[in-house]
Each structure stands twice: as C-alpha cells, then as structure tokens.
C-alpha cells in the first residue's frame, strides 16, 4: 500500500477524524465544518509519526532544491518538523501565529539567516491561512521559503488560490478526498453522505 493510502487509514484507526453532522466543529478560520481532523493524536503513535517524517523525506528527496533548514507552524507543525529535522540532521526553527508578547517579542524561535532555504511543515491545510502567514513571517527574515508541506488537506479553493496568490508550493500526505474514499470503502459512510460532504467542500 503506498505510504498516502496508509497514512489515511491510520488516522482512521487512531481516531483522528471526527465526523459531527449535529453539532458542527468551528476551525480556526471561523468556517463551521462537521468534521474534524485532530492530527495532533498522531504524536502518541510512533508508528504513524514515523510514517510521516518517511512520507516528508519522500518528498524532499523528490525537490530540485533542498531546504537548509525545517520550519514548524505552531503549534500542530512543530512535533513533525522536529522529528523530520533530526532525521535529515538538519535546523529547526518554529513559528508563532504572532509575535510573542513578552520576553524577546520572536515570531520565529532559533536561529534563521537571510538566504536560507526553508521548508515549512504543518499539520493540516484548511483555508491555508495559518501556514501562509508562518511561510510570510520566514519571508520577511529574508528565507527562501521552498514550499510547505502538511499532512493532510481539505482540498479548499480558497487554499490553493491563497498559496497561488503568495507564489507559495504547497503539497501534502494525504487529502479531505482520499480520507472519504476510506470511509466509503469501510462502510462507514455512505455514498450520499460522501455527497454530501463534497458539495459541503466544494462550497466553501
Ligand atoms: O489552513 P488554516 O485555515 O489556517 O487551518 C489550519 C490550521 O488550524 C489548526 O491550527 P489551530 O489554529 O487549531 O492551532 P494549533 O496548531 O495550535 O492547534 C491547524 O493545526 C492548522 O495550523
Ligand atoms: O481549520 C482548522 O482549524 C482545523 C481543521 C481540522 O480538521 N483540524 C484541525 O486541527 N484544525
């Protein structure tokens, strides 16, 4: 099986989908959704984790230009960027949604160089919003941001034109897509409710 398709049954198994079609889940952008994707539960399982700093080094492996440098999205990216840093024994840095309050004021923690070629790392693409203001934030440093990668995506327009808007690459394990598939092969949703929840996506 390749790695995506493994990926996307194991955040099946650890529960990490929750599918609520009562009592929708608020993300972070405000946008009202029945489902939600906790990717945060794969820290617990060293096997799964394992899987996706491989299906990561897959894709840098993959790029013209290799990233100096591993940057976590705070705070869902940052576990994965760190464990993908140590892998490729590379630096690591990690960025806030803001500007810290109170001590040195840092957007960015550890050390970034102008000219330096990064990889963000997220946890999961909604609106794109978060991850984008991460790679902005690397930007204004004066770093090359080479792309973002994240685990898993809803497949929003609004993504993909945010990140085409910003010239940002992104690219992720797995997808809102793939997952239905899943849950469709497993009997667990039927083929209306699939419909369902792709017009639901595709309306956003
Ligand atoms: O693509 P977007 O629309 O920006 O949504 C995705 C973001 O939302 C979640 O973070 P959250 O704000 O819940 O914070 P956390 O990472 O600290 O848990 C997730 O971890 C992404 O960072
Ligand atoms: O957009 C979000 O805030 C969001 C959606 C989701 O499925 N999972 C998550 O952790 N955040």
């Known amino acids: 099986m390749a790695l995506k398709d493994e990926l996307t049954r194991e955040l099946l198994e650890i529960k990490a989908v929750q599918i609520n079609?009562?009592?929708?889940?608020?993300?972070?952008?405000?946008?009202?959704?029945p489902i939600y994707c906790d990717n945060r539960l794969t820290m617990s399982y060293p096997a799964v984790?394992?899987?996706?700093?491989?299906?990561?080094?897959?894709?840098?492996?993959?790029?013209?230009?290799?990233?100096?440098?591993?940057?976590g999205c705070a705070t869902a990216g940052i576990?994965?960027?760190?464990?993908?840093?140590?892998?490729?024994?590379?630096?690591?840095?990690?960025?806030?949604?803001?500007?810290?309050?109170?001590?040195?004021?840092?957007?960015?923690?550890?050390?970034?160089?102008?000219?330096?070629?990064?990889?963000?790392?997220e946890d999961l693409i909604s609106t794109g919003g978060s991850s984008i203001e991460s790679?902005?934030?690397?930007?204004?440093?004066?770093?090359?941001?080479?792309?973002?990668?994240?685990?898993f995506t809803y497949g929003l327009k609004k993504a993909t034109d945010q990140f085409a808007a910003e010239a940002?690459?992104?690219?992720?394990?797995?997808?809102?897509?793939?997952?239905?598939?899943?849950l469709v092969e497993d009997g667990k949703l039927t083929t209306t409710n699939k419909s369902e929840l792709l017009e639901w996506r595709n309306s956003l």
């Open 168 to 182: 940002i690459t992104f690219d992720t394990i797995t997808n809102f897509d793939a997952l239905i598939e899943a």
């Open 21 to 33: 079609a009562n009592d929708y889940f608020t993300w972070t952008s405000g946008i009202k959704s």
């Open 79 to 121: 576990p994965h960027a760190a464990w993908l840093a140590e892998k490729l024994d590379l630096p690591m840095v990690y960025v806030r949604s803001k500007p810290k309050g109170h001590g040195k004021g840092n957007q960015i923690e550890g050390k970034i160089s102008r000219g330096q070629k990064v990889l963000v790392i």
């Open 135 to 151: 790679a902005k934030a690397l930007q204004a440093e004066g770093a090359d941001v080479l792309a973002v990668f994240a685990i």
């Open 49 to 71: 984790r394992k899987k996706i700093v491989t299906a990561f080094a897959e894709k840098i492996a993959a790029m013209e230009e290799k990233p100096d440098i591993i940057a």
